[in-house]
Nanobody, 123 residues
Framework: QVQLVESGGGLVQAGGSLRLSCAAS????????MGWFRQAPGKEREFVAA????????YYAESVKGRFAVSRDNAKMTVYLQMNSLKPEDTAVYYC????????????????WGQGTQVTVSS
């Protein structure tokens, strides 16, 4: 089982940037795809971005494509989400999780959800 702890959120003005981190524990981290998800108030959790186990493949939701970039460091067991050109509609709690590949992770995760990290974008 993969345990996950998100960090790096905060308050930023529209157009600004933030870098989120997700620290993982568990022997199989480097064999899993990893994904970022978010949940805005009153809405369901939604997929944001995913990266393959090797880091060679990525997949993004249309709403963040071209603005967000996901990366990973398997030696540090950490996944990152670089968020640029932030918009007020990006305001949400951001979570990470593990999955079998960058496509099935959209609907099927295999880790436990952590506390997430709050991102607030002011207009």
């Amino acid at each position: 089982q993969v345990q996950l702890v998100e960090s790096g959120g905060g308050l930023v003005q529209a157009g600004g940037s933030l870098r989120l981190s997700c620290a993982a524990s568990g022997r199989s981290f480097s064999t899993y795809a990893m994904g970022w998800f978010r949940q805005a108030p009153g809405k369901e959790r939604e997929f944001v971005a995913a990266i393959s186990w090797s880091g060679g493949g990525t997949y993004y939701a249309e709403s963040v494509k071209g603005r967000f970039a996901v990366s990973r460091d398997n030696a540090k067991m950490t996944v990152y989400l670089q968020m640029n050109s932030l918009k007020p509609e990006d305001t949400a709690v951001y979570y990470c999780n593990a999955g079998m590949d960058t496509r099935t992770i959209v609907a099927n995760v295999i880790g436990s959800w952590g506390q997430g990290t709050q991102v607030t974008v002011s207009s």
